[in-house]
């Protein structure tokens, strides 16, 4: 039996097509069709089996495909489709007759001619029709024919070796460098060796090694994927590739909960190089592009946020030496000023007030409150993260980066055309927290208005505070002194004659509700943790003033009021909550632990507590040991790390005797104020006073009233 494979580059006629598969069929030939059209335009002239449609075909590959095939010339469309299917490949390996039935179809069948060298290739059905006829008349010829072309044409194999070259070359690469391969420590060193080999091109080295840097990573072998990225990049000519690689082993090294100073530097360092040559050669976002990657590595939350020390808080001028030094940082930070100095207060109307935030309000509900109610106070809030325009402005940090180096004008016209309108409106604007909201309402100039910004010490952390332009600011508020310290010492352009005038106000406290007698008769014996959700509260110290308080009097428990750590945040939040929670499924098998959770009744939680604890390695100031404290809890406060080395801390905040260095220092002031109900009521009675007459709103909202509204306080 002889096979004939029609092939269409456009819908063939109904009748020209019956005619020729009538005429094939009485040869004695089967009869297949593949073409370039929808299966239904040749309906009822074959069945439904033997044609192939190539836009069908094409359309299930996903409309990607399909689009890309649409678009090319019809004679190249059909090859295009065909060659990725299969059913018609095999076809035409098994056919003796190829026919291409229109001038769309020659180059397809052409191309299944090189593969089928045994076939007659032909254009039209009559040259199909005697093609067949010389078949059946040569029957022997024929077969000494197809007995010697059994193999494609060289031109083909050629082209499927360099193309199954490739794909096996990559199969065997995915499969030598495979994870599991990395496991064994034969394989991981056979490829670190490979990727550090001489004469390899730079583009090749940099592939080669994320592919091993990955599945060492998958392997387990995490030390060893940072460490081939490492040494891939010290290999590598090109700085570009060289200090992506070094930001990729880096973000790796920090990813796993880990941190390599020296690696951080250099690829710090790396990416501030290139800042500067591309600030130089005018490339602005290619400059905000690396500085982006230096600030991610040098703020990385694992580094200050996710663990109990910081390698910026010791010695702020140190770390942030290698900026400063930095042109593009330098630019990043100049000051642009403002053409007007703030108007005062005005009289014979409301002052104009708005409070702006970047999605945490936490701070605010005080100050809402008391100028929503003042007479002359006319306020307005904007969360700028809830606003459909300013929101992807505030989320853009290359976009900010850039225009802050002097790019990106449609981005100023746009933050411009955004904000003036609350600016025109405002007499006073107070933005709570240095971050997205701050950067924004600084990129252009506020005019007459008066800009009032508070800083928390998460701030002090971050990158934020260095592209907000304080000469825009009139007003920088921190919360405590060792918060100012620190603060000056990170952006030391507060120290210039037209930038903000800091000023140091507790936060705004309405401590009156958790004035109220304790419903435990041993509450003495209960410590208070309120707010757990960060490292840096280092809930594990509390622990082991617990510990202590136990080998002396079993009566002795943790109270957590809050929410648990975000294990989603990094490798380092999992780390240190593993060990947290053995610690607290060992103490509350014992009954030593209470885990209230979140609660929106804080002061009712805080009836059971009768010492409070601030266990943390860096607070700002720490609103929840006074609220605990005014509750009628002994506070015990920890010397907090972050500050240590400052002349101000929380010995200049609170009184020097609710402050403690050590565990055995906390266990020793509980065990000596709590040993009796009234040694505890005369420790704890003063403390609550001294909160109150220090912090509560009724006191601090004058220092909140003499800044935001001047002359109408």
């Avoid at 290139?274 to 600030?295: G, H, I, V």
């Avoid at 507590?609 to 609103?623: K, N, P, Q, T």
């Avoid at 260095?661 to 020793?668: F, Q």
């Amino acid at each position: 039996m002889t096979h004939v494979l029609l092939v269409a580059g456009t819908a063939p006629t109904l009748s020209m097509l019956k005619a020729a598969v009538e005429q094939f069929r009485a040869a004695g030939a089967t009869v297949r069709l593949a073409g370039y059209f929808d299966r239904e335009a040749v309906d009822g002239v074959l069945d439904a089996a033997d044609v192939c449609s190539l836009t069908e075909a094409a359309a299930e590959r996903g409309d990607a495909f399909a689009k890309r095939v649409a678009k090319l010339p019809p004679a190249r469309r059909t090859w295009a489709s065909a060659e990725r299917n299969r059913r018609v490949l095999r076809d035409a390996r098994r056919a003796q007759v190829l026919v291409a039935l229109d001038a769309n179809a020659v180059y397809t069948v052409w191309r299944f001619a090189e593969r089928n060298r045994r076939a007659d290739a032909v254009f039209g059905v009559a040259p199909g029709l005697r093609a067949l006829q010389a078949r059946a008349e040569r029957p022997v010829q024929y077969v000494l024919r197809d007995a010697v072309r059994t193999v494609p044409s060289p031109t083909v194999t050629l082209r499927s070796t360099k193309r199954g070259v490739r794909h096996s070359a990559g199969a065997v690469l995915r499969r030598a460098s495979s994870p599991a391969v990395m496991r064994t420590a034969i394989g991981a060193k056979a490829w670190r060796t490979a990727v550090v080999a001489p004469r390899v091109p730079d583009a090749m080295r940099a592939k080669l090694a994320r592919r091993v840097s990955l599945s060492m990573a998958k392997g387990g072998r995490k030390t060893g994927a940072t460490l081939v990225l490492d040494q891939a990049a010290e290999r590598i000519g090109n700085r570009k590739l060289s200090a992506a690689l070094l930001a990729d082993a880096a973000r790796a090294d920090l990813a796993r909960g880990h941190d390599n100073p020296k690696l951080r530097n250099k690829a710090i360092g790396a990416a501030l190089n290139l800042a500067d040559q591309r600030f130089k050669k005018k490339d602005l976002a290619a400059a905000a592009d690396q500085l982006s990657t230096a600030f991610a590595l040098a703020f990385n939350r694992g580094l200050h946020f996710d663990g109990v020390s910081s390698p910026m808080a010791d010695d702020p001028d140190a770390y942030l030496a290698v900026f400063r030094k930095n042109a593009a940082f330098k630019a990043l930070s100049a000051p642009r000023g403002r053409a007007l100095p703030a108007a005062p207060a005005p009289t014979g109307r409301p002052l104009r007030l708005l409070v702006t935030t970047y999605a945490n309000a936490a701070f605010l509900k005080a100050i809402r409150d008391r100028y929503e109610n003042h007479p002359d106070v006319e306020i307005r809030y904007l969360d700028v993260n809830e606003d459909d325009t300013l929101r992807p402005l505030v989320r853009g940090i290359k976009r900010i980066m850039e225009h802050a180096l002097g790019g990106q004008p449609a981005f100023h016209d746009k933050v411009e055309e955004a904000l003036r309108p609350h600016l025109d409106w405002a007499d006073t604007v107070f933005v709570d927290w240095c971050t997205n909201a701050a950067a924004i309402f600084t990129a252009v100039d506020p005019g007459t208005t008066r800009m009032v910004i508070r800083l928390h010490s998460y701030e002090a952390f971050a990158f934020w505070p260095h592209l907000v332009d304080f000469t825009r600011v009139d007003d920088l508020i921190l919360v405590s002194d060792h918060l100012r310290e620190v603060v000056e010492k990170v952006l030391p352009q507060l120290a210039g004659s037209d930038t903000a005038t800091t000023h140091v106000v507790p936060n705004a406290m309405d401590l009156l509700p958790f004035d109220r007698e304790k419903t435990d008769p041993d509450a003495r014996f209960n410590l208070g943790l309120v707010g757990v959700s960060a490292v840096a509260k280092d809930p594990r110290w509390a622990v082991q003033v617990l510990r202590l308080l136990r080998e002396k009097d079993e009566r002795y428990r943790l109270v957590v009021i809050g929410e648990g750590l975000p294990r989603k945040a990094s490798a380092a939040v999992r780390a240190y909550d593993d060990l947290l929670q053995a610690d607290l499924e060992e103490l509350e098998a014992a009954g030593a632990v209470h885990l209230v959770g979140q609660t929106d009744d804080v002061p009712a939680a805080l009836t059971e507590v009768g010492v409070i604890l601030s266990s943390s390695v860096r607070e700002s100031f720490h609103c929840g040991l006074v609220e605990g404290t005014v509750s009628g809890a002994l506070p015990v406060v920890r010397d907090w790390p972050f500050f240590a080395s400052l002349e101000n801390g929380p010995r200049t905040l609170f009184p020097t005797d609710w402050v403690v260095s050590t565990p055995e220092e906390a266990a020793e002031r509980i065990l000596k104020l709590t040993a009796t109900e009234d040694s505890w009521r005369a420790a704890t009675e003063p403390a609550a006073k001294h909160a109150l007459t220090m912090w509560d709103w009724s006191v601090v909202s004058r220092e909140f009233d003499r800044l935001l509204l001047g002359g109408q306080a």
